[in-house]
């Protein structure tokens, strides 16, 4: 990973976040600056280490919003792998546990400042709320034990915890921790990745990336819509509604797109179809920028193309999809795939 690598990074995990994960350009602006300080970052293959090699997830969990007011210093994710390597010692090589949005970026940047190379796999493949729908979880095997570290020198280890566990308990602490924590996982054999993990996740964001930028939407997936966003229904946090929705009509035949969200554009409706949704992950660009629209800032009159990309093979396995599929998010639906085929 070099600086002429990172537009395209940000791009494709932008694209990955599926409306979610955060802005990436305050990643890559710290990406192009630990680059230049410390040198590129080697991406390897799964198949590059020895199947007994650890590999370290690293990532951010938290608030965005915080995140962008307060950024990492790059000390912190020295203090989670060193937390973490004084009880299953120090790992070959790191992980991204998002390859979506600011995570997806974040931790080259964090890999370069630790000094380690980055094996081309994540997570999650996509931008995913959760810290029970990673794919470890999904795989069966332990989150835990689980560093953590904060600004102002907090840190800790999590041992014991199941997954869903897991993640009660980070949110509790995030209130208490300023928004956002840099946290390591239980390592993984690079033999384990394959099973346990989205293997090809990087390459497959900076490709996504490159193919964006050079062709546009319609290159990179099915273009579902086209046209003025007619109404935006927010979630209530005063409220049990727990999703919002965006309504777009498109231009080319008069058909009404419904796009139901939470963090992420979940699922596609069009004239009461289900059409696409989760775990492939939709898009809403602007038509005259090209840029994903995040489900924060979708607004009414917007002129967008909504995109579904395909998603990756892991999450659409029976035994997989259904912690990712859209009943996962309390939407009343079965996953609808398609036979464009997935990564």
């Known amino acids: 990973m070099d600086r002429d690598s990172i537009p395209a990074l940000e791009w494709g995990t932008t694209l990955l976040g599926s409306g979610g994960g955060g802005p990436a350009s305050l990643a890559a602006?710290?990406?192009?600056?630990?680059?230049?300080?410390?040198?590129?970052?080697?991406?390897?293959?799964?198949?590059?280490?020895?199947?007994?090699?650890s590999v370290l997830p690293i990532g951010i969990v938290g608030s965005t919003q915080a995140l962008a007011e307060k950024l990492p210093s790059g000390a912190e994710f020295?203090?989670?792998?060193?937390?973490?390597?004084?009880?299953?010692?120090?790992?070959?090589?790191?992980?991204?546990?998002?390859?979506?949005?600011?995570?997806?970026?974040?931790m080259f940047?964090?890999?370069?400042?630790?000094?380690?190379?980055?094996?081309?796999?994540?997570?999650?493949?996509?931008?995913?709320?959760?810290?029970?729908?990673?794919?470890?979880a999904a795989a069966g095997r332990s989150l835990?034990?689980?560093?953590?570290?904060?600004?102002?020198?907090?840190?800790?280890?999590?041992?014991?915890?199941?997954?869903?566990?897991?993640?009660?308990?980070v949110r509790t602490m995030l209130a208490g921790a300023g928004g956002w924590l840099a946290v390591a996982f239980n390592p993984i054999p690079a033999g384990k990745l394959q099973e346990t993990?989205?293997?090809?996740?990087?390459?497959h964001a900076l490709a996504l990336g490159h193919q964006w930028m050079?062709?546009?939407?319609?290159?990179?997936?099915?273009?579902?819509?086209?046209?003025?966003?007619?109404h935006v229904m927010r979630q209530?946090?005063?409220?049990?509604?727990?999703?919002?929705?965006?309504?777009?009509?498109?231009?080319?035949?008069?058909?009404?797109?419904?796009?139901?969200?939470?963090?992420?554009?979940?699922?596609?409706?069009?004239?009461?179809?289900?059409?696409?949704?989760?775990?492939?992950?939709?898009?809403?660009?602007?038509?005259?920028t090209g840029r994903p629209v995040q489900c924060d800032q979708v607004r009414k009159g917007m002129d967008v193309a909504c995109v579904r990309l395909p998603g990756f093979d892991f999450w659409w396995r029976s035994e997989h999809v259904e912690l990712v599929g859209p009943r996962a998010f309390g939407l009343d639906h079965e996953p609808v795939r398609f036979d464009a085929g997935t990564v």
Do not use: C
Request: proline residues 6%.
């Open 78 to 106: 020295r203090a989670a792998a060193d937390e973490i390597g004084t009880v299953v010692g120090p790992p070959a090589a790191v992980m991204p546990m998002e390859i979506a949005g600011v995570n997806g970026v974040a």
């Open 144 to 169: 835990t034990p689980m560093a953590f570290s904060g600004a102002g020198g907090l840190r800790g280890l999590i041992d014991g915890v199941g997954a869903v566990g897991l993640e009660r308990l």
């Open 236 to 288: 209530d946090p005063q409220t049990s509604r727990r999703h919002g929705a965006v309504t777009v009509v498109d231009d080319r035949d008069g058909a009404v797109l419904r796009v139901e969200m939470e963090n992420e554009y979940l699922l596609a409706v069009r004239d009461g179809v289900v059409v696409a949704g989760t775990p492939d992950p939709l898009i809403l660009a602007d038509r005259r």
């Open 29 to 53: 602006s710290w990406l192009a600056h630990s680059v230049t300080e410390h040198g590129p970052v080697r991406l390897l293959q799964a198949q590059d280490l020895p199947p007994r090699a």
């Open 214 to 230: 050079g062709r546009g939407a319609g290159a990179a997936g099915d273009v579902l819509a086209e046209g003025r966003v007619e």
């Open 109 to 136: 940047a964090a890999a370069a400042s630790l000094g380690f190379d980055v094996v081309d796999a994540d997570l999650t493949g996509r931008a995913l709320p959760r810290l029970d729908q990673l794919s470890i």
């Open 197 to 203: 993990t989205i293997v090809g996740s990087a390459g």
